[in-house]
């Protein structure tokens, strides 16, 4: 008598969901278009592993690169009871927009591990990075909180198999503290050197909260960045810096390291420029994201 398949033992089963994107943006002055990406990537739901990379190009004198690549891949670790790993990277070398944002390299990586019980992800941003980053030819070294991830309400646990966290990242007190300081740091830094002036409106929306009674409170889309605070800019510097952004006057707000936790979602965006006159758009560099969903063995 032939084996009756719904006796199979129950299989753990994950989807993967991982998408990269080196540069990217739409311009709408003085001209309309968009900025192509050749090398944007995005995983299989089964996982694999997938990588793409070109020689750069110029567009248009706005925006130039010597090359983009991108990597994904996602696998099952360490046997049936490791975890299901997803890693996004996305790369960009040469960066160049509009001779006043410069790099010789940024880098955005995600590294996200799910359990197989269907719990939630540790996450890891190791591997981010800015070489030679420079604006409007004036180094600036921003510091990386690679460490933005790495506390959570079980990551005391002595066995790894219980080293996940119990609560959703936006219901996590210390990764919550973090993002509260790093706002409340913006803001009174800016309150310090403009002697007592309030957030800019260019930036507000992004800190509104902070004096807010409901504060980061049962909030399932959390934003903040890898980096705390940029370096002060030499005397005479025409940016105005507040937290992880600049506005340049006649270029416009730059924002660094950005990361959005939506829900179950993870996303870095190393570079997100929104263009002010004479040319008026927005560009993204070496922007990462990930999610991915696991039953847990359900059938």
């Known amino acids: 008598m032939?084996?009756?398949?719904?006796?199979?033992?129950?299989?753990?089963?994950?989807?993967?969901?991982?998408?990269?994107?080196?540069?990217?943006?739409?311009?709408?002055?003085?001209?309309n278009g968009f900025i192509p990406s050749q090398t944007s990537i995005s995983l299989p739901i089964v996982g694999g592993f997938l990588e793409r990379q070109r020689k750069g190009r110029k567009w248009k004198n706005i925006v130039s690169y010597i090359s983009e690549s991108t990597h994904v891949s996602g696998a099952k670790k360490d046997g049936d009871e490791g975890p299901f790993t997803t890693q996004v990277?996305?790369?960009?070398?040469?960066?160049?927009?509009?001779?006043?944002?410069?790099?010789?390299?940024?880098?955005?990586?995600?590294?996200?591990?799910?359990?197989?019980?269907?719990?939630?992800?540790?996450?890891?941003?190791?591997?981010?990075?800015?070489?030679?980053?420079?604006?409007?030819?004036?180094?600036?070294?921003?510091?990386?909180?690679?460490?933005?991830?790495?506390?959570?309400?079980?990551s005391g646990e002595s066995d790894p198999k219980k080293q996940y966290p119990?609560?959703?990242?936006?219901?996590?007190?210390?990764?919550?503290?973090?993002?509260?300081?790093?706002?409340?740091?913006?803001?009174?830094?800016?309150?310090?050197?403009?002697?007592?002036?309030?957030l800019p409106g260019w930036i507000r929306h992004h800190f509104h909260w902070i004096d807010s009674e409901q504060g980061l409170n049962g909030r399932d889309y959390i934003q903040c960045s890898?980096?705390?605070?940029?370096?002060?800019?030499?005397?005479?510097?025409?940016?105005v810096i507040c937290g992880n952004a600049i506005y340049i006057p006649g270029f416009g707000k730059v924002f660094f390291g950005e990361v959005i936790v939506h829900?179950?979602?993870?996303?870095?965006?190393?570079?997100?420029?929104?263009?002010?006159s004479p040319v008026g758009g927005a560009i993204s560099a070496a922007t990462v994201r990930s999610n991915g969903s696991g039953d847990g063995g359900l059938p």
């Open 2 to 31: 032939p084996e009756n398949p719904t006796d199979d033992p129950i299989q753990r089963n994950f989807l993967y969901h991982a998408d990269a994107n080196p540069i990217g943006g739409t311009i709408n002055r003085p001209f």
């Open 89 to 154: 990277t996305a790369t960009i070398e040469g960066l160049n927009i509009l001779e006043v944002i410069t790099a010789d390299k940024v880098v955005g990586q995600l590294s996200v591990a799910h359990p197989v019980d269907g719990g939630e992800p540790t996450i890891s941003v190791i591997g981010s990075q800015f070489d030679n980053l420079r604006i409007s030819g004036t180094k600036i070294t921003p510091v990386i909180r690679y460490d933005l991830f790495a506390d959570h309400d079980s």
């Open 226 to 239: 890898l980096i705390d605070q940029l370096p002060e800019m030499p005397e005479g510097f025409p940016g």
């Open 263 to 276: 829900q179950k979602t993870f996303t870095v965006s190393m570079v997100r420029a929104q263009l002010g």
């Open 166 to 198: 119990k609560k959703t990242w936006p219901r996590q007190e210390k990764f919550l503290e973090k993002v509260t300081a790093q706002k409340k740091q913006a803001k009174d830094k800016y309150s310090e050197k403009y002697e007592g002036a309030s």
